[in-house]
T-cell receptor, first 109, second 117 residues
Framework: GIQVEQSPPDLILQEGANSTLRCNFS?????LQWFHQNPWGQLINLFY???GTKQNGRLSATTVATERYSLLYISSSQTTDSGVYFC???????????FGQGTELSVKP | GAVVSQHPSWVICKSGTSVKIECRSL??????MFWYRQFPKQSLMLMAT?????????EQGVEKDKFLINHASLTLSTLTVTSAHPEDSSFYIC?????????????FGPGTRLTVL
């Protein structure tokens, strides 16, 4: 089956710093989503981005489908950005999401 | 829009009892709902896919007789953990799909933390 790999697995930032999270996938996909799981476990949709670039405030994402990777950029990080960031892909009509292992981000004040 | 609720948010039960978890899409009709399980410090593992009015499709290795899924309407799916044991303790998360931006976009509930004593 399709493999989804995220890097780095852990990241510690000082408040105000920028960061880039990467998601590689091993085959063509129909869809790619980025999520933020907050410390209480809630997954929050960040981007639906099968290709191209999107921006939402301090966050932006780029997916290069032909090269099978996606990047999530966090600028001017805040402590509330802490949590785990997951990318997940779908590759068939069933809509099943395959999750990467996540990047655990800790933003220090 | 695209709000998904789960109830209860946490539950503690004795070994051998059954626990039912509800997942509701509050402001849209979900053609498909998904159930995931997440262990501490790990990623989400898909357990099953349910479509309204039909039997759920379980992932390999998931016991369908232990994890009963019912998708009675376009806004409600339930997961029942039957005869729960301590190894079933986990964080269970549902998601609902079929709304707005793309039919394969999923929106997640807040999760249910199950502890079996």
């Amino acid at each position: 089956g399709i493999q989804v790999e995220q890097s780095p697995p852990d990241l510690i930032l000082q408040e105000g710093a920028n960061s880039t999270l990467r998601c590689n996938f091993s085959d063509s996909v129909n869809n790619l989503q980025w999520f933020h799981q907050n410390p209480w476990g809630q997954l929050i949709n960040l981007f639906y981005i099968p290709s191209g670039t999107k921006q939402n405030g301090r966050l932006s994402a780029t997916t290069v489908a032909t090269e099978r990777y996606s990047l999530l950029y966090i600028s001017s990080s805040q402590t509330t950005d802490s949590g785990v960031y997951f990318c997940a892909v779908t590759y068939n009509q069933g809509g099943k999401l395959i999750f990467g292992q996540g990047t655990e981000l800790s933003v220090k004040p | 829009g695209a709000v998904v609720s789960q109830h209860p948010s946490w539950v503690i039960c004795k070994s051998g009892t059954s626990v039912k978890i509800e997942c509701r899409s509050l402001d849209f009709q979900a053609t498909t709902m998904f159930w995931y399980r997440q262990f501490p410090k790990q990623s989400l593992m898909l357990m099953a896919t349910s479509n309204e009015g039909s039997k759920a499709t379980y992932e390999q290795g998931v016991e369908k007789d232990k994890f009963l899924i019912n998708h009675a309407s376009l806004t409600l799916s339930t997961l029942t953990v039957t005869s729960a044991h301590p190894e079933d303790s986990s964080f269970y998360i549902c998601s609902a799909g079929g709304w707005a931006e793309a039919t394969d976009t999923q929106y997640f509930g807040p999760g249910t933390r199950l502890t079996v004593l």
